[in-house]
């Protein structure tokens, strides 16, 4: 038995007692669980999302596409990869990241692999995004939200693992699909070293 099947078998020491919905929101709602722990009681926060998919799309000459956009939650600019909510919590997450793709960046893709699943924040939230590698991108057209605000770049990958091995990129999603990217291709961060 491996370590990770070890884990998915092993009791859960936690009992839910109620459950009860503090706050709905456009993508998310927020749940203030009674649990038993160990034999004592406690509340607990859930911050439950439908999922969502994440691209990270590849272009021809092997630079990687990213989205710049306005995170109010940070309140600053972060480049990602271009990502969005499932439609509906069965929607093919495939399909999710298709749509996202095109809607984000202009450019479509039929070939679409899956290179990773996340779960962005274990402690407290449940969200679930499938990340995919885009290649053979044609040129389309944005279709973006009248809230939307997004420049699309095109990263060299060893630029991009520069700004994550300096602590300037810190986006979870972007930064595991790039790490499992450079993996994939065993290309890896090389420091500039000044004279």
């Known amino acids: 038995m491996g370590k990770d099947e070890s884990l998915r078998e092993q009791e859960v020491p936690v009992k839910i007692i109620d459950r009860r919905l503090a706050y709905q929101g456009k993508i998310l709602k927020v749940y203030d669980d009674l649990v038993e722990v160990n034999g004592r009681q406690t509340h607990w926060d859930l911050v439950h999302h439908n999922g969502a998919a994440a691209v990270l799309p590849v272009m021809d000459d092997g630079r990687l596409l990213m989205v710049r956009q306005y995170r109010h939650a940070l309140k600053r600019f972060t480049l990602e990869i271009p990502a969005g909510k499932l ?5 093919p997450m495939i399909e999710c990241a298709r749509r996202e793709l095109e809607e984000e960046t202009g450019y479509s893709s039929e070939d679409l692999s899956l290179l990773l699943n996340i779960n962005t924040t274990v402690a407290f939230c449940d969200e679930f995004i499938g990340v995919f590698l885009a290649r ?18 095109a990263w060299e990958l060893q630029d991009l693992l520069r700004l994550i091995y300096t602590q300037r990129m810190t986006d979870s ?7 499992a990217y450079a993996n994939m291709r065993g290309e ?6 000044k004279a």
């Open 188 to 193: 890896f961060y090389h420091e500039e070293r």
């Open 136 to 153: 053979d991108l044609k040129k389309s057209h944005q279709h973006l939200d009248e809230d939307e605000d997004i420049n699309v770049e």
């Open 87 to 91: 439609d509906s919590p069965d929607e």
């Open 173 to 179: 999603k972007t930064v595991a699909a790039i790490l």
